[in-house]
């Protein structure tokens, strides 16, 4: 039987992208064949990055790798999917607390487009990471260069000099 080319979207504000995000990223491309990493313009409290300088920043970290794409899109998740013809959505998770959010989210989004949720749980040491506490922590001056990437470490370190 010929296997079918499975599309998944990972939606989400990625402001600032995570090391728990690209953990989940690099997961999710051994069961996808496309994975394309949707930032949402919707606005982010306190956002640090607009959706064109998150989706550069992605892009660069992310090229190297077949099969990932990065876009960004407005309005609803599922709207977006469709758009994309995309199989499925895949979403991290953190730990139990996320599940019962993404549990309603799941079941939204398939109530209301049919659409599945895949969830990749997230390696140990990324559990805690969150882009909120980022900003957050690094605003207020606190070292977070474990959690992120080093080129958004250096980006997050020059916004905050200008804010
Ligand atoms: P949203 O605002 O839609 O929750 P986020 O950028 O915060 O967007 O998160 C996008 C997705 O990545 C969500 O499924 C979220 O649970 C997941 N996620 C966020 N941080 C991590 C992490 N450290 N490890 C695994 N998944 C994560």
Known sequence: MRKKFIRAIFPGSFDPITNGHLDVV?????????L???V???PVKNALFSPEERVEMI??????IPGVLVESFDGLTVEYAA?????????GLRS????????????TNRSVA??????IMTSEEYGFTSSTLIRQVASLGGDVSKLIPKTIYNRLQQRLKKS
Do not use: N, P
């Not at 139990?96 to 799941?106: G, H, I, K, N, R």
């Not at 049919?114 to 969830?119: H, W």
């Open 36 to 38: 394309i990493i949707a």
């Open 114 to 119: 049919g659409i599945e949720t895949v969830f």
């Open 59 to 64: 892009s660069e970290l992310t090229a190297d």
């Open 83 to 91: 758009k994309k013809q995309a199989d499925v959505i895949l979403r």
């Open 96 to 107: 139990l607390t996320d599940v019962q959010y993404e549990f309603q989210l799941a079941m």
């Open 26 to 34: 690099h997961r999710g491309i051994k069961l996808f064949d496309e």
């Open 40 to 42: 949402g313009r919707s």
